[in-house]
């Protein structure tokens, strides 16, 4: 007869000597509350509500579009034509607007942003082209046409100032609409069919597609929303800026790039969150902010954004080495 | 050749801004700065305008605002066998290249000078310059009598000669009207000279005048006498936005280079945007265009180099200088 | 003589231990059995030997001498190839490269393409097996997969090969041919590692067999000291007792009807119906076309010609959603590619195919799915040490197929598919499956079956419907079929 | 125990009746044939020797990188640093030679060159930093050290005009570098165990791993090669220019991840050809350079630019779409 053996093996485990996993994003919340405080040890001017009043207001923008590029990241596409398309759209604001009245011009940018995510989501969605090349390409035309509906110049709006200039309760409009378009995505990614189908096309989507979710319509949905909120972005920044200009956002797509990456999220697919996202849009605000305040010059601004952006992705790995 | 079709003077006589040249047959080549900045595009409409008129054919191509996109250009024009190029490009130190691929080919620079082979015509970028800074201390020295805080410039650190010759021009400008500040020495360029109430900016469009222009002013709370000097209006477009944001409109004073129209309403109604030096852009052709054809004709141009004349557009002169505007 | 020596083996993940101190011994010229319910840590255990995870605690000696395999590169050093239960190939590249993945013979500093597809020939050859040399595997079927995954191992020389479910989704042909090579390697001297599910191969190919559970060793010998009872009683801990005959089912109205369905290059002018409450099963070989069938039946490839008539509704099913929405379930062949959402939860994983019902309004709670895993865990004897949360790819693979299974259970589908529903799964589990197939044809539910495997075809179906080359060839009820009637229909050239 | 069976056709699918697959670089070629066609048509000055040279000149330098660029691809990274390590090594070897000659020149740029990628690669493969987000940063970095090196001025440089204007058998040295480049990684991503492990590594990185191809020496070495032919097109192009400038090179990146993924390579890896990144290379150039001597306004070559991108891509998806 074989030998059965008792089991009465010591049930222990060997001692670990792990620390407990620290995840990601608060690791993340951890690195920028670092710089806030270096900021404000080494400036009297940082650590001030009027000052992160500041912070807040010049990641609005990139904030409302960086939101969405996170739900669209999870499902592993990236609308690389955001810059271009909130310009176009400012632009068609300030051009309708001069001759037809503001609501039309807000209709015109609206539209045209809900458009340009049409286009962008037929040819991911529909046509299956690759997400980069489409909106890479996207974000060619759409520049083009921003210079071409105002023959490349800037345009000059009065009387718009409510939604990039206004305040409530002390908080500029601005960030009112970044925090409702984040809150608003909090609940989409984690508590809608819609927001979990996404993550499920984004983890395996032909799996996905065995389950119901159909990848075509939910993609398409993705880019429109996309386009819908780069016009929204386009018409914050004409309305703070007074004008719309056809270099507007330029370079914005890769700070969202940066941002959501920051955040935790991957080109991949099926990762990414929303808060993370946010803490990714903050820590490139205050670093900005942080460096103009401490009369950093330019160039070495430069050198220090792009190295800031490497220690904090870097801090995680590290960290992750080191416990494996 | 098919000619500059549907040219306004076939035949006739030849409309005054020619100055009596005719280019029937000829064709330039116009490689502009960069059309996504609106003065290039300003540049462009009004050589496509005069040349027309006078029968030239343009070709145009875009540098980009790069330097290897203008050698490729000039390489395409020179393929197409123009007869004279136009080159609209800032960084002076590719001329060599660019003259050595343009041949015996007249040549015409704009707003920088190509040493070797091409006549300048443009703008004297460091009168021009001094003209905003003497124009923003006139402002100053009636409303706070020169008792200034802060100036602060927002250019291009890396847009070459045009941006350097007109922000050091317009320090000194204003030197000259509000002589008793400490600005210190910025000929040879420098981004900060210590002990300096210059803060300059490396902002040359209107978002990040914008963004960092808010928190320049973060960082100078106390300041509520003010200069800023801009590269051009998009960038002063910016600034005004974050100063009025910042709750601290009249506290600033704005002049600005170029005298783009986005800017002529705030030159009118506001009375703290001194104004904006005018380059006058749409008006290059008419200096371009006929000496160009001499030029091709195996003439000298009327004269070496070719200077724009600028003047310091106000709320008091701007109707007169756009009458169509009002 | 090699001989590699495991003792006192400890891995946790995070701090979920899964081995709690193992001892395997593995002996050049002899083949070991590794048996164990689902997630009791085979294969955990033989990815520690391959450099692929590393231990926490334990020691490993090779012929006496303590060795550290820190990386798959040490494990190769000591002679260790192995096979692993997820396919792990390049998706991209040939066949022929695949089988030479890490290996590529070189001329001087070149690659030698014609040796390397000289070497592929010859092991797909001694396997018995014709695949293209030339085209990338993402093209190739599982079954042809998992025999590039088999023949990559069998490449270079080992002197411990480790074949972690190799058979799962091959049919009994290439299963042989595995054997004879199997054991031509044993006789050569080479210490061979065998885990499977399937107890009949444990007879047919092992010397010795190593019994887990729960991460401990519960029984090791030869294998001659065994029964198959006893095998089970040591996976499971207590004594099963002998499978009890299925209960019969009579069948009901037609649930679902496909009439002179073809698939270009699959399947040629098939006509079945399926009953509500019968367990009707697709027999045949590799490529015979049912899987083609199945998956046109679920909107996954389109009728050259045929209808389908599913409840009321007449036409093929424009996709999967329409599918599901017409109430057909589709378990897939290949789980890892076609199954899981790999970093979703367990639970949104058997929640998933039921989240356009669940939704009010389009809200999902997490609850609902939470709910849903409750539901399905005790039922499927799920093993997920993290629960509910636990993201789908850290569990073990036959534990992943019970989740793929319950998806449509918790759907509620009307009509079920299944691929091969067993793949992977352990006897104890397995016997489950069958009873909660049977209760569900009980309730109405009509399930098709697609499998090669033919003791599972003869347990579980009330009909039988074998294919051959894309043909109908023979339709037997339970009561009349036996092997060799379902042998010879499954190889028949001609249609009857 | 199993029934054996016969295994007389146990192996291949059921044969196909498909149309044969036109492999996806040869539609690409096409589509740069009928390019070059509708130019022609269309303008007298576009088919002729003088101007392919100058296309082939235009697209020497991009090319240079987008080489390396495909087999990072195919390792599923990007580099999208090369613009700004272009111009750094170019400026370095200006700075250095304008005091201490040529030579030590040249040889402080390849260094530069190599430093760059060994951070790159030092980050990616070793730490484990996403490639995206470290080249983004290093992006930034080097480009403020460029500026940091030349106080953000314009450097000229003399005599050293072979590599960039120089010309052998007619055909320009930096086309003769471009061929070469093309060369060797046609051979290295072919023909070697280095090249093919690449291949395995970016097809699936686990199974890479357990077949003994060590993912960090060899992703290590990509991007020191990348960093190494980055500091070449930046001597290229400074003894084109005759000076090196703090902007040279800016938004390379996006033009050589256009024409590698127009080239058929992916972000997931895996995949990814020379040639394919040849002919996108060239329809690249080809329209860059039709279009101006179309004498198309440059608002409507940027619309034109996107939407070709769109095109070549889409042709390729649409005609499988219709396989399918
Ligand atoms: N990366 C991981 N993280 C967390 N838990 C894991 C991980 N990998 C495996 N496990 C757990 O370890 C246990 C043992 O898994 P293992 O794959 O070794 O089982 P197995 O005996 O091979 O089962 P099967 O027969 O189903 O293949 C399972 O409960 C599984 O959930
Ligand atoms: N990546 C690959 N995967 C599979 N087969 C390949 C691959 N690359 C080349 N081959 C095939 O290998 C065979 C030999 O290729 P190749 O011509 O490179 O060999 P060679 O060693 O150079 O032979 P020769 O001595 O004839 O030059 C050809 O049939 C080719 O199609
Ligand atoms: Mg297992
Ligand atoms: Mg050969």
Redesign the interface.
Same mark, same amino acid.
């Given at each position: 007869m074989a030998t059965v053996m008792s089991n009465e093996h010591t049930d222990e485990a060997p001692p670990r000597r792990r620390a407990p996993a620290l995840p990601t994003q608060l690791l993340l919340g951890l690195f920028l509350v670092a710089l806030v405080v270096y900021f404000s040890v080494s400036s009297p001017y940082f650590l001030s509500v009027d000052n992160f009043r500041n912070i807040l207001l010049s990641v609005a923008v990139l904030g409302v579009v960086a939101v969405p590029a996170t739900l669209l990241m999870v499902s592993a596409n990236v609308d690389l034509s955001v810059g271009s398309a909130a310009a176009f759209c400012g632009m068609l604001f300030a051009v309708v607007a001069e001759d037809h009245g503001l609501a039309l011009g807000v209709a015109a940018a609206l539209a045209g942003g809900l458009l340009a995510g049409a286009v962008n989501g037929g040819l991911v969605a529909l046509i299956g082209i690759n997400s980069i090349i489409t909106t890479l390409g996207m974000l060619s035309v759409l520049r083009g046409a921003t210079k071409l509906v105002s023959n490349g110049q800037t345009v000059g709006i009065d009387g718009f100032r409510g939604l990039g200039s206004g305040s409530l309760a002390g908080v500029p409009t601005p960030v009112w609409i970044f925090a409702l378009v984040a809150a608003a995505f909090v609940v989409l990614m984690r508590y809608t069919a819609f927001g979990r189908g996404i993550y499920a096309l984004g983890a395996n989507p032909h799996a996905a597609r065995l389950v119901g979710i159909r990848p075509a319509p939910n993609l398409f949905a993705l880019f429109v929303i996309s386009g819908g909120l780069a016009a929204l972005a386009g018409l914050i920044l004409t309305s703070q800026l007074r004008a719309a200009t056809p270099l507007s956002a330029e370079g914005l797509e890769l700070s969202v790039v940066a941002a959501v990456l920051l955040g935790g999220a991957s080109l991949t697919g099926g990762r990414g969150t929303v808060v993370g996202t946010l803490v990714g849009v903050l820590i490139l605000g205050t670093l900005n902010n942080g460096l103009t305040i401490l009369n950093v010059t330019s160039f070495w601004q430069e050198v220090a954004r792009g190295g800031v952006l490497i220690l904090a992705v870097g801090l995680d790995q590290l960290r992750r080495l080191r416990r494996d | 050749d098919s000619g500059a079709g549907g040219s306004g003077a076939a035949g006739g006589e030849l409309p005054e801004v020619c100055q009596g040249q005719d280019g029937a047959g000829r064709r330039v080549g116009f490689a502009n700065l960069g059309e996504s900045v609106p003065f290039a595009v300003q540049v462009r409409t009004g050589i496509e305008r005069v040349a027309e008129q006078c029968n030239v054919q343009i070709l145009n191509a875009d540098n980009e605002l790069d330097p290897q996109r203008a050698l490729d250009n000039v390489r395409t024009f020179v393929t197409q066998g123009v007869d004279a190029l136009v080159e609209f490009q800032v960084d002076a130190g590719i001329a060599e290249a660019i003259c050595d691929l343009a041949g015996d080919r007249p040549v015409i620079a704009i707003d920088i000078p190509h040493k070797p082979c091409a006549t300048f015509m443009g703008a004297d970028n460091r009168g021009a310059g001094e003209m905003t800074g003497a124009g923003a201390g006139e402002l100053a020295k009636q409303k706070w009598n020169c008792d200034l805080d802060a100036v602060v410039t927002f250019e291009g650190f890396a847009s070459g000669e045009p941006s350097i010759q007109r922000l050091n021009g317009a320090i000194a400008g204003l030197e000259q009207v509000c002589p008793d500040l400490e600005y210190g020495d910025f000929d040879d360029w420098a981004e900060t000279v210590p002990g300096s109430i210059v803060t300059r900016v490396d902002a040359d469009r209107t978002e990040p005048a914008f963004t960092k222009g808010r928190d320049w002013l973060t960082a100078h709370p106390a300041a509520d006498h003010v200069v800023a000097l801009c590269l051009n209006e998009d960038a002063c477009l910016g600034f005004h936005s974050a100063v009025e944001q910042a709750g601290r409109a009249g506290q600033v004073i704005f002049a600005s280079n170029g005298g783009d129209p986005s800017a002529h309403d705030l030159i009118r109604t506001d009375e703290f945007y001194a104004g904006a030096t005018g380059f006058f852009p749409e008006n290059y052709g008419e200096l371009v265009v006929p000496n160009m054809i001499r030029m091709m004709n195996g003439e000298k141009p009327a004269a070496d180099p070719l200077l724009m004349e600028h003047t310091f557009i106000t709320a008091a002169n701007i109707d007169d200088i756009y009458p169509a505007e009002k | 003589m090699f001989r590699l020596e495991v003792r006192g083996l400890?891995k946790?993940f995070?701090?979920v @231990?899964v081995l709690?101190?193992v001892d395997v011994d593995a002996v050049g010229g002899r083949v070991l059995a590794l048996l164990g319910e689902n997630g009791a840590g085979k294969s955990t255990t033989v990815k520690i030997l391959?450099? $692929?995870h590393r231990c $926490?605690?334990g020691t490993i000696s090779v012929s006496g001498r303590p060795v550290d395999i820190r990386?798959?590169?040490d494990a190769?050093a000591i002679g260790i190839r192995?096979i692993?239960q997820e396919f !792990? $190939?390049? @998706?991209?590249?040939s066949v022929a490269?695949n089988i030479c %993945?890490? *290996?590529?013979p070189?001329r001087g500093? &070149?690659?030698d393409?014609r040796a390397v597809r000289r070497t592929a020939r010859t092991v797909l050859d001694q396997l +018995?097996? $014709? %695949?293209?040399l030339d085209r990338p595997v993402e093209q190739?079927?599982v079954a042809?997969r998992q025999i590039v995954e088999i023949a990559?191992a069998l490449v270079a020389d080992a002197r411990l090969l480790i074949l972690d479910e190799p058979t799962s989704a091959l =049919?009994?042909? /290439?299963? /042989?041919?595995l054997f004879r090579f199997v054991r031509r390697l044993r006789d050569d001297g080479v210490a061979i590692i065998y885990i499977t599910h399937r107890l009949?191969?444990v007879? /047919?190919i092992a010397d010795d067999?190593v019994v887990f559970?729960d991460g401990?060793? =519960? =029984?090791?010998?030869?294998v001659t000291?065994?029964d198959q009872h006893?095998l089970v009683t040591?996976m499971v801990g207590q004594d099963i007792g002998a499978s009890i005959d299925l209960p019969r089912h009579p069948p009901a109205h037609a649930a679902l009807t496909v009439r002179d369905v073809h698939l #270009?290059?699959?399947v040629d002018g098939v006509s079945l119906t399926a009953h509500a409450g019968e367990v009707l099963s697709l027999f045949g070989? %590799?490529?015979c +076309?049912a899987l083609e069938l199945a998956e046109a039946m679920?909107g996954?490839r389109r009728f050259d010609a045929g209808t389908m008539t599913v409840a009321d509704s007449t036409g093929q099913p424009a996709? @999967?959603?329409a599918?599901?929405?017409a109430g057909i379930g589709?378990l @897939?062949v290949d789980r890892k590619?076609?199954?899981?959402?790999?970093? !979703?939860s367990a639970a /949104?994983n058997i929640a #998933?195919?039921d989240?356009?019902r669940?939704?009010r309004f389009?809200?999902?709670?997490?609850r609902a799915s939470r709910a849903a895993f409750q539901r399905w865990q005790e039922e499927l004897r799920i093993v997920a040490p993290k629960g509910a949360g636990q993201p789908i790819e850290t569990l073990s693979g036959g534990n992943q197929q019970k989740i793929m299974l319950g *998806?449509w259970l918790e759907r509620g589908a009307t009509v079920l598919l299944l691929a091969e529903p067993t793949r992977g799964v352990d006897v104890g589990a397995r016997a489950e499956i069958y009873r909660i197939l049977s209760d569900l044809a009980g309730r109405g539910v009509a399930i098709i079956v697609v499998s090669s495997d033919?003791d599972e075809v003869l347990r579980v179906s009330d009909r039988i419907v074998v294919f051959s &080359? +894309?043909r109908v060839s023979a339709e037997l009820t339970r009561a009349e079929a036996d092997?060799a009637r379902l042998?010879r229909a499954?190889?028949m050239k001609e249609t009857v």
């Open positions: - | - | 400890y946790s995070g701090n @231990p709690h101190g391959a450099g $692929d $926490d605690a990386s798959p590169r190769e192995a692993f !792990l $190939d390049a @998706p991209q590249l490269e %993945l890490g *290996r590529l070189r500093w &070149r690659v393409w +018995g097996v $014709d %695949l293209p190739l079927g042809q990559r =049919a009994a042909a /290439e299963v /042989e041919n009949d191969e007879a /047919e067999v559970r401990r060793v =519960a =029984a090791a010998g030869p000291e065994f006893a040591a #270009a290059g699959h070989r %590799l490529g +076309g679920f996954l996709g @999967p959603w599918a599901i929405r589709f @897939p590619t076609q199954g899981v959402l790999n970093g !979703l /949104e #998933a195919a989240w356009s669940k939704a389009g809200m999902l709670s997490p *998806r033919i &080359r +894309g092997r042998t499954a190889a």
